[in-house]
């Protein structure tokens, strides 16, 4: 993962992403989560982020078209009920 994309963190590091989950929109794969360490947003503020280029799980690093994130913990799976149990 090329790493030359400017950072928007407080700190100099990355934005981190919590309670994060993937999902398919208009063609692409994007992200939403909760921001935490972005000048751009309050802490805790849902976003949704631009298409996703690549997903590094051993690295918690997350590049979209615009951003690099830091990856926190993923959003529990929800179980979809069956109405006939």
């Not at 929109?25 to 982020?49: C, L, P």
């Not at 996703?52 to 929800?78: C, K, Q, W």
């Amino acid at each position: 993962m090329a790493r030359d994309k400017t950072t928007t963190a407080m700190d100099g590091t990355y934005p981190r992403l919590e309670n994060w989950r993937i999902f398919p929109y208009m063609g692409v794969e994007i992200a939403s989560g909760q921001i935490h360490n972005d000048t751009r947003w309050k802490d805790g503020t849902t976003i949704y982020t631009s298409a996703i280029l690549n997903v590094d799980l051993d690295e918690y690093l997350m590049e979209t078209r615009n951003t690099f994130y830091r990856l926190g913990s993923a959003a529990p799976m929800h179980r979809i009920e069956d109405p006939n149990d």
